[in-house]
């Protein structure tokens, strides 16, 4: 660790502590870096940059190319906690209002940062979310979701609509410290994909909001680790059996956990979807082991998980403010996959790796 919080900042200069996450990230670290430093308010941030034990050189890129900064700190994790789990080890370090929550596959625009933080000051709320453009272009990737679909997950605003609350930002959380603290941080057992669904929720349930900052832009490749190649471009679909069973896994515990009573219904079609869509990739893969990790397998896992699922949901029951009532607003009849399947056509039938 480089100094301490106490020794390199004062608490009170601080508006936003921005918390990059990173695990074998060289590729894309010295952009993330340089376009954090290029910031219009970078004498108000505190970077943190949290490692899970790189083995690619990019935990010292990181502590190389910010050596002068006298606002950083590096923390080394000495192991792969994911992402979640990443944060929440490191967030008591954090000294800023505000938590920006990175990954280093990403590079923002200038006033990125300035915006968020004027938009949820502005509208007094604890949460607001990016506009997420492809790395490369300004092609739009994701304004985040506006609601949930039958199965649960988050559906994209229509095309060329530019919503002014999210029900759930994309993957990026700038939020309140507090409220992060408040309503229990991340779920460490998550370890990859789905953590947005899971704080978001919480987020609304605990009575606060989340805003669209439509201004504040960052540009982002994404599954680097699942769908490598092309670069900087996606161009092809690529997934595999470990990303699958995380994804369903982590979707269904965000639903066990964080549904009151009438929106545990969601299971069910999510199941069906989940079904569904193993079947497909067995056929596709012809492997049986591809259905076992990527449906029985989430299942199994969420009954194994029964104990911390009723410990989430008494946890939730101390701040709930808001029930699954109030929460049918965001339910929409569109279908959140869509997107996803459109991409067939595009870039062709999903390439599926066994691991």
Same mark, same amino acid.
């Given at each position: ?15 936003? !502590? ?21 910031? !219009? ?24 190319? /910010?050596?002068? =900064?006298?606002? /950083?700190? +590096? ?24 938590? $920006? ?14 915006? @968020? ?25 994701? %304004? ?10 988050? *559906? ?5 609509? *530019?919503?002014? /609350?999210? &029900?759930?930002?994309?993957? &990026? ?6 409220? $992060? ?17 899971? @704080?978001? =929720?919480?987020? =609304? ?39 699958? &069973? ?15 009573? @009438?929106? @545990? ?9 989940? $079904? ?5 990739? /067995?056929?596709?893969?012809?492997? =049986? !082991? +591809? &259905? ?27 701040? #709930?403010? %808001? ?5 049918? %607003? ?15 056509? #595009? ?9």
């Amino acid at each position: 660790m480089k100094g301490t919080p106490e020794s390199r900042l004062v608490a009170d200069e601080v508006w936003v !502590s921005v918390i990059l996450l990173n695990y074998n990230g060289s590729a894309w670290m010295k952009r993330c870096l340089e376009t954090l430093q290029g910031q !219009s308010i970078f004498n108000r941030m505190q970077i943190i940059i949290a490692d899970n034990q790189s083995n690619d050189g990019s935990d010292h890129q990181a502590q190389d190319f /910010t050596a002068s =900064w006298t606002n /950083t700190l +590096f923390i080394q994790n000495g192991c792969n906690l994911g992402f979640g789990g990443g944060v929440n080890l490191v967030t008591k370090h954090a000294t800023g209002r505000y938590l $920006f929550l990175l990954n280093p596959d990403v590079w923002l625009e200038p006033r990125c940062i300035e915006e @968020l933080y004027l938009a949820a000051e502005k509208a007094n709320v604890g949460c607001a979310g990016v506009l997420v453009l492809d790395y490369d272009n300004d092609e739009i990737q994701s %304004r985040g979701g506006i609601g949930f679909d039958l199965s649960g997950h988050g *559906v994209e605003p229509p095309r060329g609509y *530019v919503p002014t /609350t999210l &029900f759930m930002g994309h993957g &990026f959380a700038f939020l309140r410290k507090d409220l $992060f603290e408040r309503i229990g941080g991340y779920d460490d057992l998550y370890f990859l994909y789905g953590e947005e669904l899971d @704080l978001c =929720w919480r987020i =609304w349930a605990s009575g606060d909001k989340i805003v669209h900052a439509p201004m504040a832009r960052i540009h982002h490749r994404g599954a680097v680790s699942v769908n490598p190649k092309g670069g900087s471009k996606v161009v092809e679909i690529r997934t595999n059996d470990s990303k699958r &069973f995380y994804s369903n896994r982590n979707h269904l515990l965000s639903l066990l956990k964080n549904s009151q009573h @009438l929106l @545990l219904l969601l299971i069910v079609p999510s199941l069906l979807l989940y $079904f569904v869509e193993s079947v497909a990739g /067995t056929i596709l893969v012809g492997r =049986w !082991s +591809f &259905f076992e990790r990527t449906f029985w397998q989430p299942v199994r896992e969420c009954w194994r998980l029964r104990t911390h699922i009723q410990a989430n949901r008494k946890s939730l029951r101390g701040f #709930r403010k %808001r029930g699954d009532l109030w929460m049918l %607003r965001f339910l929409t009849w569109r279908f959140a996959r869509w997107e996803d399947y459109r991409r067939f056509f #595009r870039l062709g039938l999903p390439r599926i790796d066994a691991r």
